[in-house]
């Protein structure tokens, strides 16, 4: 007979649950029992486990609700499953079908890029071509004007 006989009470000493307090439910063989407590309902390795000295009555392999009822009569926390309420996934909804009708073809939508692209282009050249002759227009009344004033300092 083991010491981690049903219904002794131990301290998981390593895990994600060390630390905490746990009942021995069932003895599944020489090294492995399963526990019940503090700590999730699992089939642990005895050493992962620290006997202590109280024994408590539960019945083999005794559910959580019995091992709750005991734990909370000595005064023992006891860990419960938080399960999240599952929620129903989305449906993907398909989109409607465009209509034909209304729809161009490729060749004219690109038809018409190039249009707009062409027109683009003249409109830059035409502001291009207006700035150019302003500017010549004011190179010339500075160059008549510097001509103007190079006669009046010879003189």
């Given at each position: 007979m083991?010491?981690?006989e049903i219904g002794?009470?131990?301290v998981k000493i390593a895990g994600r649950?060390?630390?905490r307090k746990c009942v021995v439910v069932?003895?599944?063989d020489d090294i492995f029992v399963m526990i019940d407590?503090?700590?999730?309902r699992k089939k642990v390795n005895i050493r992962h486990l620290e006997p202590l000295a109280e024994v408590i009555k539960i019945a083999d392999k005794a559910s959580h609700a019995e091992v709750k009822a005991a734990f909370e009569k000595l005064g023992l926390a006891v860990w419960d499953k938080k399960s999240k309420k599952q929620t129903e996934r989305p449906k993907q909804i398909r989109k409607a079908k465009k209509k034909v009708v209304e729809e161009k073809s490729k060749k004219e939508q690109k038809a018409e890029k190039k249009e707009a692209k062409a027109e683009q282009k003249e409109v830059?050249?035409?502001t291009a071509a207006e700035v150019s002759?302003?500017?010549k227009q004011e190179v010339e009344e500075l160059s008549a004007g510097e001509t103007v004033e190079a006669e009046t300092k010879e003189e």
């Open positions: 083991s010491i981690y002794r009470i131990c649950d060390a630390g069932e003895n599944v407590g503090d700590v999730r830059k050249k035409e002759v302003e500017e």
